[in-house]
């Protein structure tokens, strides 16, 4: 089965109130998919039932072939978490703890996943080599943030759930740990659900992007296929004679093509622009609060 998340019809109620209505999605092997909407819209109630962590009130989910409500131990070894920040392990060395975190994940073997992920490889891969021996309490923000990554994928899961991972992290550890999600992905098959108020990391990592708003799934694909879906026209700009233009163009590039037919070398600084995912998110979110009923799936040919 390639399909590593299954979610069909997802539903959560606390008391009169329904916080998931009814939210379909799925994951292969080795996506990235990055989870976005406004501050209650359900994601991280999304996240803890598929972790295992919170009952639903109805649908189906599978998730590495197994109902997460009732995950024993051995798929638990195969799905690693990231939480928003950790608050103990403070004595612990940093090499000393991945190792002993790592120590529970060597049952859970197989032919195809050694477990655990070695440790001084895994101190490379997300940039804490130099501070191996170094006590957690005496970290920095951004190293510590670094640390919650490694104890998140010491098993080598073959889901992670990321929830706001680079929170925090200075704009070196961002590149670095994007780095880790692509290996993750790319080398390890890894499949990676994350969650993240980032626009522009959402752009760089994801495959795929799930929009969640008011409960329900109003968008899913890549960034630059909702870019397209979403609106069809491209904003061109450029310079002739010391002005400037701006024109919104169905075809942009038939526009330019004439643009250049009429002044030639004249027109200078051009720029293409299309919708940005910043854009398309707004657009969508905001309709959806303002009741306008509309699902955005975008599906490659």
């Known amino acids: 089965m390639d399909d590593v998340l299954d979610v069909r019809d997802l539903r959560m109620r ?20 990055v989870l976005l909407g406004p501050n209650g819209a359900g994601k991280t109630t999304t996240i803890e039932i598929l972790e295992g962590f919170r009952m ?31 608050r103990d392990h403070a004595k612990w060395q940093v090499r000393e703890l991945l190792a002993h975190l790592g120590r529970y994940y060597a049952p859970y073997s197989t032919p195809s996943v050694t477990r655990p992920w070695d440790v001084d490889d895994l101190l490379e891969a ?10 957690v309490r005496h970290l920095s923000g951004g190293q510590r943030r670094r640390l919650d990554v490694a104890i998140g994928i010491v098993g080598r899961p073959e889901l992670l759930f990321l929830d706001e991972p680079t929170a925090g992290f200075d704009p070196e550890a961002r590149r670095d740990f994007h780095d880790v999600v692509h290996r993750l992905a790319d080398r390890e098959r890894a499949t990676i659900l994350l969650t993240t108020h980032d626009l522009d990391e959402a752009e760089r990592l994801a495959d795929r992007i799930l929009i969640l708003s008011g409960g329900t799934i109003i968008a899913d694909g890549s960034a630059d296929e909702l ?75």
């Open 227 to 301: 870019s397209r879906a979403m609106s069809g026209q491209s904003e061109v700009r450029w310079s002739r004679d010391g002005q400037r233009f701006v024109h919104a163009a169905d075809d942009a590039t038939a526009f330019v093509r004439e643009l250049f037919r009429q002044y030639g070398e004249s027109v200078e600084d051009l720029e293409v622009r299309r919708a940005s995912l910043e854009d398309t998110y707004m657009a969508l979110v905001r309709q959806a609060e303002q009741g306008v009923p509309r699902r955005l799936a975008a599906v490659a040919a």
């Open 56 to 86: 639903r009130s109805a649908g189906e989910v599978s998730v590495l072939g197994a109902d997460p409500a009732h995950g024993g131990e051995a798929w638990r070894a195969r799905t690693g978490v990231v939480l928003q920040s950790w």
């Open 14 to 33: 606390y008391g009169k109130t329904d916080v998931l209505n009814g939210v379909s999605f799925a994951a292969r092997r080795g996506e990235v998919l």
């Open 126 to 135: 997300v940039g804490l080599t130099p501070h191996a021996r170094q006590r």
